[in-house]
């Protein structure tokens, strides 16, 4: 059994021998002002549907993780998706600080969700503090210990958690909507890329209720590279009442 670090999301992802020189060497931004960047595209019938981002630059004394995700193409006259997300990591021990969620989405079948939230992490009194900026709204929320918000915990995965293959990682997550306790299994296996051709992978999968689909099971695969870099090649998410949407890794970008 081989063993590589992994990165658990919300969202979010992963490294192959055979790199572009621009890649180069180790991804993982460990010194202060350097960071990267992972580009995926989601296509359905030919066409590109669905743009997304997610980079990691390590500041001090924090890390900052960021997400990006907009609908394009033919989708986007009836449904529209210009949301971004912020995390800022402790340096010392990886603990959640800042969660921003900003929300910009509407479309013909579902109403209009535009919002902007920022929530303030309390690990040591195991609560968060959630303000919602327009209208203004603050509410204090109690959570488990060891709880993190998505991006935060897929930095603590990428950097410390290691797992072997046919192990399975849990882990607490919370958004701003609920607590989450997630359960992702991992399995070895070679798929195909764009990027990088054939490549060895893990694969983490888990069941996921989807609160924007009123809680309903849906499930979350994420294939990374099986080696020291951990690129995350792929991430499928299986959407009750839409069916299967692939994100394949389009470029990587280092700095």
């Known amino acids: 059994?081989?063993?590589?670090?992994?990165?658990?999301?919300?969202?979010f992802i992963l490294f192959c021998a055979d790199l572009p020189p621009a890649i180069g060497h180790p991804a993982l931004p460990r010194e202060v002002g350097k960071g990267i960047s992972f580009y995926y595209?989601?296509?359905?019938l030919g066409t590109t549907i669905?743009?997304?981002?997610?980079?990691?630059?390590?500041?001090?004394?924090?890390?900052l993780v960021k997400a990006a995700v907009d609908t394009t193409g033919?989708?986007?006259?009836?449904?529209?998706?210009h949301n971004r997300f912020r995390s800022y990591v402790r340096e010392d021990g990886l603990e959640p600080v800042r969660y921003v969620k900003e929300i910009n989405q509407r479309g013909i079948f579902s109403r209009k969700k535009r919002y902007t939230d920022i929530l303030t992490f309390d690990p040591s009194g195991s609560k968060?503090?959630?303000?919602?900026?327009?209208p203004p709204e603050t509410k204090e929320i109690s959570v488990p210990p060891q709880t993190y918000d998505p991006l935060a915990i897929f930095l603590k995965c990428l950097l410390?958690?290691?797992?072997?293959?046919?192990?399975?990682?849990?882990?607490?997550?919370?958004?701003?909507?609920?607590?989450?306790?997630?359960?992702f299994a991992a399995s070895g296996t070679e798929i195909a890329t764009s990027l990088y051709g054939e490549v060895k992978t893990i694969c983490l999968e888990?069941?996921?209720?989807?609160?924007?689909?009123?809680?309903?099971e849906g499930g979350i695969k994420i294939?990374?590279?099986?080696?020291?870099?951990?690129?995350p090649v792929n991430i499928t998410l299986e959407l009750p009442s839409v069916g299967s949407v692939e994100f394949e890794l389009e470029r990587v970008e280092v700095w």
């Open 1 to 11: 059994m081989k063993r590589m670090k992994i990165v658990a999301i919300a969202f």
């Open 41 to 44: 595209r989601a296509q359905k």
């Open 50 to 63: 669905i743009t997304a981002s997610l980079s990691i630059e390590h500041g001090n004394p924090h890390y």
């Open 74 to 81: 033919v989708i986007r006259p009836f449904f529209r998706m």
């Open 128 to 134: 968060v503090m959630v303000e919602r900026v327009d």
């Open 160 to 183: 410390e958690a290691e797992v072997e293959d046919g192990n399975t990682i849990a882990m607490k997550i919370y958004d701003g909507i609920k607590i989450r306790e997630v359960t």
């Open 206 to 216: 888990s069941e996921v209720p989807v609160s924007s689909l009123g809680d309903k």
């Open 223 to 231: 294939w990374y590279t099986d080696d020291e870099h951990r690129v």
